[in-house]
């Protein structure tokens, strides 16, 4: 038999997740009282990396169900949303949203409903990228430098770099300079 699972999220102490339980009681789905799962987390964090939320993925078997009043209790964004309802699926877990009429979005409704949500947040990935990359673009055209700081002076650089080519072992001048075995190998990789 289907055990049936709720987990209801509110993002702040003040607030409390009671209107998402009795919602969930008031569209006839009975909940065990230790089946509730409740968090009081920001809805930026990723679900799965929510303690609740993992540790109640972590409860739910194959041919549960569980129930949510609103997607965005799910995730922080529709990838979040689609990635955590795909891993509920491929677990065998149906997953009710109440805000979509109470559909499993495994269902064929369901499904055509995740590949809307899949479509939004392609978009979103896609805008990501290109904010991400016109935002690199400007600040190299404003003569930022990008990527991490050189934990070594130019002149310990050149240093490093004529040592390296003498056949000093990376071990020794990490030592002598006092960073990482990888700091030596970038410094010698510059120009």
Known sequence: MSRVFAYCRV????????????EIASAGF???????I??????SIAAMERKGFARLVDRLESGDVLIVTKLDRLGRNAMDV??????????????????LGGVDLTSAA?????????????FERDLLIERTQAGLLRAKAQGKVLGRPSSLSPEQLATVRARRAEGVSLGMLAK????????????????
């Open 11 to 22: 993002s702040t102490a003040e607030q409390t997740t009671d209107n998402q339980v009795r």
């Open 30 to 36: 009975l909940v065990e009282t230790s089946r509730v």
């Open 38 to 43: 409740s968090e009081t987390i920001s809805g």
């Open 82 to 99: 689609r990635a955590t309802v795909e891993k509920l699926t491929r677990e065998g877990v149906r997953v009710h949203c109440l805000a």
């Open 110 to 122: 369901g499904k055509m409903t995740m590949g809307i949500i899949g479509a939004v947040a392609e």
């Open 176 to 191: 002598q300079y006092g960073v990482s075995r990888a700091a030596i190998q970038r410094a010698a990789k510059r120009d």
